[in-house]
């Protein structure tokens, strides 16, 4: 009779007195294990009937029990239960939930929604799961709604003037911003001085890393989506998640029509000799392509100290473009030729990840041992073919008409090893240590033809063609100290890095090596609260910017004529020395400021560089000398500013999120020709509006400027390294010879919530971005060799301006303990006790 105990009773509503479905009833004992410790351990647990009841069986009669109710919606109840003597049977009585929602004039506040914008102990947190502007669209429109990130007309994005790295899920990833869907994305976590815990490499910017959404509630649960915009591109797609004892499932897919247009003009004034020759570039472009975005996998919880994570993504991508552009020159002010450029281009690109984790839990609370592999497969194709033709000022043909093609592409394989321990050795003292391990391999092909008119057929430009090979190694080894000392702790932490690369120009018998046997990159975060409120925190690190792939390219690629460009594998990697003062403050209900001082010296910062050479393709121009954009090392870089971050409930329904970056940039380019040095003040602002109206719907609303700044600088990580081909372009470039012209732009969308019974429910969602129409890039640009001999340049893009989308999502979910029960359970074992032990 020691095993027959039986509690039983009813789940109900505070306020309607109704039975609640599938609420989760958990008794907890007290057992001593074999060394005499008393621990907590469930006993059993179930879920409560339609009607809200609930059923506890088998449980021993002797002792006493913590019971826990929980449902969601609903505040947690947690008692203290037991038997009297003699009884086995005991009726708990109706157990009343309070909900945890709250009506503030017609507006359901869900007291348990996380907040948009959070700190953490060396980043900030952007929640962007129920981020309503970007319904539909891609991970480059979320980083324009998060504060101190910048995103430029290409989906280039810099933090604080320089390009982060990009992580996603906390690992480094050949996946690029426009690759991954915005509707599965959970948060956005900006480590602007990471430790030294973390890859040194990204120079002197910071980690971006992406969350991405896996659910863990036990049943199943998930929601499909549908959508369209003005342009008719449609987009789609599906979440999936079941879990129930040992197995956690998730399975993710999207699908994304790309439809897109843009304009670009271009004004150059180019004097030699005395000549002034002046050319006027307009162009008119539309791409239609798409792709697809499958991501899955599952957790197995070996036993609760043990997990094993396995999951895999596919992407696939299709895009044509087209592109016509008139080229107008004049010499002297008298109209000489005019050019008229026809562009038909084809990409594709695939990419394979995979990811296989295992955690391992030691008895004591924040004692853990992890263990991880990623996989990453990127591969490309493109395809163009170029018809230009020349006209005299009365319309006559001037020039044979001159036939381009243009093909390639190449793949990169991205495997790391990772594996970090951590011990809080006691209540004030903790440990870190890991090893990493990181080997890229690229393979590029870049053919380029032209039609000659002698042999009627294509012939290849060797000087200008290529195939490239480059393998990049880094090893790295890390360990963290911490302490607390009352209200002052710190952290203070030393990683070493070695790294190797090898570059080979297949086919010309030419490469390159360069390696750094080690390289230490310290780190040390200190940090004081001031009161329950209030913080202050300063920081250090060490970091390296290495030249990437299309920066190191020693080839030639001649797609516009007029903008050739060539990478330089001379190139040495730049370090960067930064510093940080934070001050945090709480000062009311759902308010947080942030405020950072910060400072970042970087040597042989990597820079874009434009000079004049010959020209390495007669067939297309007649002159003898060409401008090439390259890239170079400057001896010195440094940066300096003020960010002030501040969220503030300006009423129960509204909140807003508001940032500004005031910041210095100097670039020393004493070391190159003619002393190209620059320095300028620059700021950047961000809005984000959020407000919750009666009976579901909620709007969005959210705005940015950017003043006039130096071109930002950037290691490469946040655009398209892993494409694998050349005509996705290379990333924004620090530059001594230019900058941007302030631009501003506005977001806006409404959203209509509908909530069911059972967890289920859908949303319309209307948005639309730039919808003044303001937003477009506008650069200044020059290069100057001699008194006589230098040129200047503006160009202005503008890309998918004003455009309105529609999106509908429906959300479902069951919660059945009984979903992937073992038929091999333990006979006799409490219901439940394996999820308990997994979870």
């Known amino acids: 009779m020691a095993n027959n105990g039986h509690f039983f009773g009813k789940v109900v509503d505070a306020k309607t007195n109704k039975g609640l479905n599938g609420a989760t009833v958990l008794l907890i004992a007290s057992r001593k294990d074999s060394t005499g410790k008393t621990h907590d351990m469930p ?153 030294a815990k973390y890859d040194a490499s990204g120079g002197n910017a910071g980690i971006l890393n992406i969350v991405l959404k896996k659910n863990k509630k036990i049943g199943y649960n998930g929601n499909i989506r549908v959508g369209a915009d003005s342009r008719g591109r449609m987009n789609g797609g599906f979440d999936i998640n079941a879990r129930q004892n040992k197995v956690n499932f998730f399975l993710s897919g999207n699908v994304n029509q790309r439809k897109s247009s843009s304009t670009t003009d271009v004004l150059r004034n180019n004097y030699i000799n005395g000549t002034a020759d002046n050319i006027h570039q307009y162009s008119d472009g539309t791409m239609n392509g798409s792709f697809a975005f499958v991501r899955g996998g599952f957790d197995y919880f070996i036993d609760n100290r043990n997990t094993l994570t396995v999951s895999g993504s596919y992407v696939n991508g299709n895009f044509n473009n087209a592109e016509n552009q008139t080229i107008d020159s004049v010499v002297s002010d008298a109209f000489t030729t005019k050019s008229l450029r026809d562009a038909i281009t084809k990409r594709s690109f695939h990419n394979t990840g995979a990811q296989l984790g295992y955690k391992h839990n030691f008895a004591k609370d924040g004692h853990d041992l992890t263990a991880d592999v990623n996989y990453n497969y990127s591969n490309s194709n493109s395809d163009g073919n170029y018809d230009t033709r020349y006209f005299a000022p009365d319309g006559a043909q001037k020039y044979t008409p001159y036939l381009q093609r243009i093909g390639g592409g190449g793949y990169n394989r991205f495997v790391t090893v990772q594996s970090d321990y951590e011990n809080p050795v006691t209540d004030k003292i903790k440990i870190e240590a890991g090893v990493r391990g990181a080997i ?99 920081n250090y690190s060490r970091r390296i910017n290495r030249p990437n792939f299309f920066q190191l390219l020693p080839f030639i690629d001649n797609t516009d004529p007029l903008n050739l460009s060539v990478g330089n594998p001379a190139l040495k990697p730049e370090f960067t020395n930064a510093f ?30 434009i000079y004049r050479g010959l020209n390495p393709d007669k067939t297309i121009n007649k002159a003898d000398s060409v401008y090439f954009s390259t890239f170079v090392n400057t001896n010195s870089s440094s940066t300096y500013g003020l960010e002030f971050t501040n969220k503030i409930l300006l009423a129960k329904v509204w909140d807003m999120t508001a940032n500004i970056n005031l910041f210095n940039s100097k670039i020393n380019g004493s070391n190159l020709t003619n002393d190209v040095t620059v320095e300028r003040w620059s700021w950047f602002a961000k809005l984000n509006n959020n407000i919750k109206l009666p009976a579901g719907f909620s709007i969005q609303l959210s705005g940015n400027y950017q003043s006039k700044t130096v071109l930002p600088a950037s290691s490469g990580s946040a655009r398209n390294e892993g494409s694998g081909g050349r005509g996705w372009g290379p990333p924004p470039m620090t530059s001594a010879q230019g900058y941007i012209y302030p631009q501003y732009s506005f977001d806006a969308a409404i959203r209509k919530d509908w909530n069911w019974k059972g967890g289920s429910g859908a949303s319309i969602t209307l948005s639309i971005n730039d919808f003044a129409r303001t937003q477009r890039f506008k650069t200044y640009s020059e290069s100057y060799f001699s008194p006589t001999e230098y040129f200047s340049q503006i160009a202005t893009r503008r890309r998918d301006p004003q455009v309105v989308r529609l999106n509908i999502n429906y959300r479902f979910g069951k919660f059945d303990a009984s979903l992937f029960k073992r038929r091999n359970a333990p006979s006799g074992a409490p219901a439940g006790t394996e999820m308990m032990g997994g979870g």
């Open 43 to 195: 006993v059993a647990t179930v879920l409560t009937e339609p009607n809200g009841d609930f059923n506890l069986d088998k449980l021993p009669v002797r002792g006493n029990f913590t019971l826990h109710v929980s449902n969601i919606g609903y505040t947690d109840f947690t008692d203290k239960v037991s038997f009297s003597a003699g009884s086995f049977d005991k009726d708990l009585g109706n157990i009343k939930l309070e909900p945890s929602e709250t009506n503030l004039a017609g507006v359901t506040v869900t007291t348990s929604a996380k907040p948009f914008f959070e700190m953490g102990v060396d980043r900030r947190v952007f929640n962007v799961d129920k981020n309503i502007v970007t319904t539909g669209q891609t991970a480059t429109e979320v980083m324009k709604q998060i504060p101190s990130l910048n995103v430029d007309i290409d989906g280039n994005v810099t933090l604080r003037n320089a390009a982060p790295t990009i992580f996603v899920d906390g690992r480094p990833t050949t996946l690029t911003l426009d690759q991954i869907p915005a509707d599965i994305i959970d948060k956005v976590e900006l480590i602007t001085n990471p430790s």
């Open 440 to 538: 890229r391999n690229y393979e590029n092909e870049n053919i380029q033809e032209y039609y000659d008119t002698s042999v009627k057929g294509y012939v290849t430009l060797a000087n200008i063609s290529s195939r490239y090979k480059y393998t990049d190694q880094v090893y790295a080894g890390y360990a963290t100290y911490s302490m607390k000392l009352k209200n002052f702790s710190y952290q203070v932490g030393l990683r070493a890095e070695s790294s190797n690369y090898n570059g080979t120009l297949l086919g010309k018998d030419s490469g390159f090596k360069v390696s750094y046997p080690i390289s230490l990159f310290p780190s040390a975060f200190l940090t004081f609260r001031l009161s329950d409120k209030q913080d202050m925190q300063a």
């Open 580 to 609: 940080e003062v934070n001050y945090s403050n709480a000062y009311t209900k759902g308010a947080n400021l942030l405020i950072s001082v910060y400072y970042k010296h970087s040597d042989n910062l990597i820079t874009n560089y």
